[in-house]
């Protein structure tokens, strides 16, 4: 019976036979046939094939069945439990799980049979996600110690950027560019670290030469027409974003927001506010597109709706100054003078602008409170003289309107000094009047004193 069943397993049960087949579909992507295959030689073998679950493993993975594939990962590597392939894979769907510390257990285990880059790096991935920054770095560095690669790379610069060391995360891009020179990627990531840095000619530098490899990277058009926005371009960047959705990226949220904020500075209100709620729409949860929408509601003199999205942008994101400066804006003309000062008083103790100050004091004086007007307005003076010459002349109604303010305080500090004297008047007329009645008794005493000397 041995010899028999033998035999038979030596006739056509060779798990291995139609590994060739499987692997010719599947490097072509021809997934249903392969799929079919692999089941075939499964159900013959009865589980027993190692290339077959792990091909079935990768198809399922490709087809979003994550828990299915790790299953027969899993299963590979029963039958070959030192394959270094399995293990990766089967880390791979853990990750893909969530189940980021149970990857970093399987990583470790295959790094002690062999030291391979991906598993390096795909344990970096692990720890980002954990946010163990400093050992997602350790990772990745290791990783490219022993082979560089450029999604080593650019996950080690998202790291440096998390740590907001934009400088290391700017050199560790261009390193990357060093291996990979003519990858449009690493450059709009530099220029939009450049960007982020307040470097808009380098920014717009390495921009120009993503573009250059990749005329149609939506994302490198999208940020070098917010630069050209910001420098008062507003027709080309608009041709720079009509570009950008005509390369399939309508649906960004950035996208509408920036073209929301053109059409405001063209004053074209509706416009911006229809472009900034589709960008809500895409985007609910992010602050810059509620901040903007209260800015032109503001302006348009909706300032219930412009306290609805400040205060949406300021649950958002809770730091940013100037959301609370024009929220108190915003309950000044709402008739909420309270309310307005406590946010302003947030505001300044978030960060020193002279616009705040100087926003503040002009709500003081509105509201007769003159002492407290004429601090914030000598606050304001103090931080407009400390800056530089061209951000001095970047908006020329600023020092109008200080010298204005000053003005108008003078001119009230002047009437106050004026009625206190008129105050003083009367009182210094009246004690003198009261002076030259006392010595009138005296003298009229004395004459009747001597009267009676004399009539004695």
């Known amino acids: 019976e041995f010899v028999l069943s033998n035999e038979i397993m030596s006739g056509n049960d060779d798990p291995t036979e139609k590994n060739a087949q499987i692997h010719s579909l599947y490097i072509r992507q021809d997934f249903d046939p392969c799929l079919a295959l692999c089941n075939e030689v499964i159900?013959?073998?009865?589980?027993?094939?190692?290339?077959?679950?792990?091909?079935?493993?990768?198809?399922?993975?490709h087809e979003g069945k994550i828990q299915e594939s790790l299953e027969l990962f899993q299963s590979a590597t029963c039958l070959n439990p030192h394959s270094?392939?399995?293990?990766?894979?089967v880390g791979r769907s853990l990750y893909l799980l969530g189940k980021h510390k149970f990857a970093i257990q399987v990583f470790d285990d295959a790094l002690q049979h062999v030291e391979d880059w991906e598993l390096w790096h795909n344990k970096g991935l692990c720890f980002l996600y954990l946010k163990d920054l400093e050992r997602a770095r350790d990772c990745f560095e290791h990783a490219n110690a022993i082979e560089r690669h450029d999604a080593t790379y650019m996950q080690l610069g998202k790291v440096f950027t998390l740590q907001e060391n934009y400088d290391a995360a700017i050199e560790t891009y261009k390193e990357a560019l060093e291996f990979s020179p003519e990858n449009p990627e690493i450059f709009t990531t530099i220029g939009l670290l450049y960007l982020r840095c307040n470097q808009q000619t380098k920014a717009f530098e390495y921009l120009g030469k993503s573009l250059t490899h990749d005329p149609r990277n939506p994302k490198a058009i999208l940020a070098a027409g917010s630069i050209i926005q910001d420098h008062g371009d507003i027709?080309?960047?608009?041709v720079k974003y009509r570009v950008a959705a005509a390369t399939g990226d309508v649906n960004s949220a950035q996208l509408w927001n920036n073209v929301?904020?053109?059409?405001?500075?063209?004053?074209k209100y509706l416009a911006a506010i229809s472009c900034l709620k589709?960008?809500?729409?895409l985007a609910p949860f992010e602050w810059i597109i509620a901040y903007n929408l209260g800015l032109v509601h503001l302006n348009t003199g909706q300032y219930a709706s412009a306290f609805h999205y400040f205060s949406s942008s300021i649950n958002l994101k809770c730091d940013y100054a100037s959301a609370y400066m024009f929220l108190a804006v915003t309950l000044v003309r709402l008739d909420d003078f309270e309310n307005a000062c406590d946010a302003y008083n947030r505001a300044i103790e978030m960060e020193s602008d002279h616009l705040f100050h100087l926003n503040y004091a002009i709500t003081l004086y509105n509201s007769n409170e003159y002492e407290q007007s004429r601090q914030q307005l000598n606050e304001c003076k103090r931080l407009f003289e400390e800056l530089d010459?061209?951000?001095?002349?970047?908006?020329?109604?600023?020092?109008?309107?200080?010298?204005?303010?000053d003005l108008l305080l003078i001119r009230v500090e002047r009437a106050e000094q004026s009625s206190r004297s008129a105050s003083r008047a009367p009182e210094n007329k009246a004690s003198q009047e009261g002076e030259a009645e006392a010595e009138?008794?005296?003298e009229e005493e004395?004459?009747?004193?001597?009267?009676?000397?004399e009539s004695g």
């Open 43 to 61: 159900r013959e073998h009865k589980g027993l094939c190692e290339y077959a679950l792990y091909v079935k493993g990768l198809i399922m993975r």
């Open 84 to 89: 270094i392939d399995n293990l990766k894979q």
């Open 235 to 238: 027709d080309v960047a608009l």
């Open 260 to 267: 929301g904020m053109c059409f405001f500075v063209k004053q």
């Open 278 to 281: 589709r960008a809500l729409a």
């Open 389 to 405: 010459a061209e951000a001095q002349n970047a908006d020329r109604e600023v020092p109008d309107k200080i010298k204005r303010m």
């Open 440 to 442: 009138n008794e005296e």
């Open 446 to 453: 004395g004459e009747a004193e001597e009267e009676a000397e």
